[in-house]
C-alpha cells in the first residue's frame, strides 16, 4: 500500500465563459462541453481543498463545495456522486501533478541514498503543503474511504516508479516497472510503508515533519 | 511512531459485589474501593470492545457503554471522561495482556528472521482477533484521538523490546532498551513502522491479513 497524497499545486484555473462569435462544428462543440466539464471538476477539486484547509475535512460536504464554486448541488451531483469521489479525483489530480513536477529531473545526488532522501523531502513537502487538508486525507484514507483507497492504489505503480528511478539516478519516466526485478520493487515498496506511517506519525503530533524524512535516510542506510 | 492495538483476550472479568461481614479498616477499605473501581474500569473497556465490534467504533458513545456495563452515565463519568479515555485505557490493558503472553517465551525459529516472523505473527493473530474494533482502533489513531495516540506511545518501548528480543532470541523481558544500540533500536522502529502501514492497508482492504506478516518477512530478509 502507499499513501499518496500530493496536494495539487493550482487547483483554481480561471474558469473561462467567453462567447464564441461562430457556429462550432458538432466535434469542436462537444470537445469544448469536455473542456468546460474538466474545468469545471478542477474547480471544485479546488474547493474542497480550500475548504478542508480552512475547517477540516470532516466539516466539508458536498453542499459545502457547491456553494464555495458557486454552482446547485444537483450540478455538482453530475460531476461528482459524493464526497469521496471528490476526494478519489483529488489523489488523481494531484498525481497528475506530482508526475509533472518530480516525474522528469532526476533527485539530486551522488549516491542512492542522496537521491532518495532528496526525493521523498520533495515528495513530502509538496504532500505537507496544506497540512490540515493532508491530515483529513491521511484519515481518510486510513478509515478506508472508498474512492480515496483506489486513487491511492491507482498511483502505487507511478509513486514505485519515482523511488527507482531515484535509486538508479535515471528520470521515472524512464523506468520500465515490469521489468523492474523483485529486488527493486520490494524496496520501493518499503521505503513508501514507512513514509506513510511516518506521515501518519506526523498527521496525528508524534513528530515534526522533519521526522519523516529522517526515518527514510535510515531506512535507506539499511536497503541502500 | 507504533501502532499497537492489542486486543485484550478476556475483558469481562466477573464482577463480584459480595457484602463483607466484617468492618474493614481504613486502609483495607481503600484498598478494597480500589479493586471495586479496577473491575469497574475492567468492565468498562470490555464492554467498549464488545459494542465497537458489533456496530462500529464510530457509533459507540459513553452513553451506550454505561447501558452496557448497567451504569449510571454519571458513574461512567467518574473513570471515563470520555470515549478517548476508554479507547486509552483499551490499549493500556491490551497492552499488558501481551506483555504477558509474548513478553516471556522467546518467539520460535533457528534465525533472527525466522523469529521476528514467529513473533509479527502472533502479534498481528492477537491484534486481530476482534478485526471490526481493531479497524476502528486503527481509524482512531489515524486520525489522531488523543488519548489513543498517547496509550500508543506509551508502549512503544515495550514493543520494540519485544522485537529485539525475537531477533537476539532472548524473552523481552530480558532486554534493556537502554543500553541497546542504535542499530538494534532502528531495525526494531523499521519494523514496527513496515507493520502498522501493512495493518492500515489490511484494515482499508487492500490486502488479506497474511500479507501484513509477508510485508515483515520482505523487510526482515533485508534487516536481519
Redesign the interface.
Known amino acids: ?1 502507499v499513501a499518496l497524497l500530493i496536494l495539487w499545486r493550482d487547483p483554481c484555473l480561471p474558469y473561462s465563459e467567453e462567447r464564441v462569435g461562430w457556429k462550432p462544428s458538432r466535434r469542436r462543440r462537444l470537445s469544448a462541453v469536455k473542456a468546460d466539464r474538466d474545468k469545471q471538476r478542477t474547480r471544485i477539486v479546488g474547493a474542497a481543498i480550500r475548504l478542508a484547509e480552512e475547517h477540516g475535512l470532516d466539516r466539508v460536504g458536498l453542499r459545502e463545495v457547491a456553494e464555495e464554486v458557486g454552482l446547485a448541488l444537483g450540478t455538482l451531483y453530475k460531476s461528482f456522486r459524493n464526497k469521496d469521489e471528490i476526494l478519489g479525483a483529488v489523489v488523481d489530480r494531484q498525481m497528475a501533478a506530482m508526475r509533472e513536477a518530480l516525474g522528469g529531473p532526476v533527485p539530486a545526488g551522488e549516491t542512492a541514498a542522496d537521491r532518495v532522501h532528496s526525493f521523498f523531502e520533495r515528495f513530502t513537502e509538496v504532500v505537507a503543503r496544506h497540512p490540515a487538508f493532508t ?1 483529513g486525507m ?2 481518510a ?4 474511504r472508498g474512492a480515496v ?1 483506489k486513487a491511492i ?1 491507482r498511483s502505487d505503480v507511478e509513486t514505485s516508479k519515482m523511488v527507482i528511478g531515484a535509486i538508479r539516478g535515471v528520470p521515472a519516466a524512464e523506468v520500465d516497472f515490469e521489468r523492474c526485478g523483485d529486488d527493486e520493487r ?2 520501493a ?2 521505503l513508501r ?2 513514509w ?3 506521515m ?2 506526523w ?5 515534526p515533519l522533519d521526522e519523516v524524512v529522517a ?1 527514510i535516510d ?2 535507506a542506510r ?2 541502500l
Open positions: 500500500m491530515r491521511l484519515g484514507l486510513s478509515t478506508g483507497v492504489l520490494e524496496t515498496f518499503l510503508q514507512i506513510f506511517a511516518s501518519i506519525g498527521s496525528v503530533g508524534l513528530h526515518h535510515i531506512a539499511r536497503f
